[in-house]
């Protein structure tokens, strides 16, 4: 069993950025694919962007290219937002699974955790 906590979240104004990071609870993530989801109200679980296990590799979802990257080290996967806008306000969720591919699919992630608030005003 992984153990996700997520961290970074908060109030920002449009146009700022917040760097959000997640660990897992007493272990390392080198063994996992990681990826990062995120919810709005009323709207289902959105892809964001994943990353590969030596980190080499990420996917990130078109409406955040260029204004959001992942990254992560052997503990701890980050995602850092830039520019970011009133529609990127939601919560935003890490995940683990165990395989290679860098999913896109909410289903495909084994692990999750519990979830950090990002809001972004206008």
């Known amino acids: 069993q992984v153990q996700l906590v997520e961290s970074g979240g908060g109030l920002v104004q449009a146009g700022g950025s917040l760097r959000l990071s997640c660990a897992a609870s007493?272990?390392?993530?080198?063994?996992?694919?990681m990826g990062w989801f995120r919810q709005a109200p009323g709207k289902e679980r959105q892809f964001v962007a994943a990353?590969?296990?030596?980190?080499?590799t990420t996917n990130i979802v078109d409406s955040v290219k260029g204004r959001f990257t992942i990254s992560r080290d052997k503990n701890t996967v980050f995602l850092h937002m830039n520019s970011l806008k009133s529609e990127d306000t939601a919560i935003y969720y890490c995940?683990?699974?165990?395989?290679?591919?860098?999913?896109?699919?909410?289903?495909?992630?084994?692990?999750w955790g519990q979830g950090t608030q990002v809001t972004v005003s206008s």
């Open positions: 995940a683990a699974h165990s395989g290679v591919a860098l999913a896109t699919e909410a289903v495909n992630y084994d692990y």
């Open positions: 007493g272990r390392t993530l080198i063994t996992y694919t």
């Open positions: 990353i590969s296990l030596n980190g080499g």
